[in-house]
């Protein structure tokens, strides 16, 4: 099984999609064990999310209020739970 710090260092490419098959099987594997490592995975995923709308922003894109509104109140749900 994956240690945690493995985890982190291949958080981005899970998130990305660019593990094989086998790397994202054991990557789930742990993060279904490993509810810190869980928690770590969902954060990254909102910190991408949150950059990528507010980097459109930046580049007088339109930004997606609904989504960051959106992603802003997930993140608000999870610290209510204690994630």
Known sequence: MLSCQEVATR???LIDGEL???E???M???L???KGCERFIGQVRTTRDL???LTAADT???A???RISEILSKLHEEKKQGG
Do not use: I, P, Y
């Open 60 to 62: 007088h894109e339109e």
């Open 11 to 13: 958080a981005s490419a």
């Open 51 to 53: 950059t990528e709308n």
């Open 24 to 26: 994202g099987l054991q």
């Open 20 to 22: 094989s098959t086998w």
């Open 28 to 30: 789930r594997l742990h």
């Open 64 to 66: 997606d209020d609904g």
């Open 32 to 34: 279904a064990m490993c």
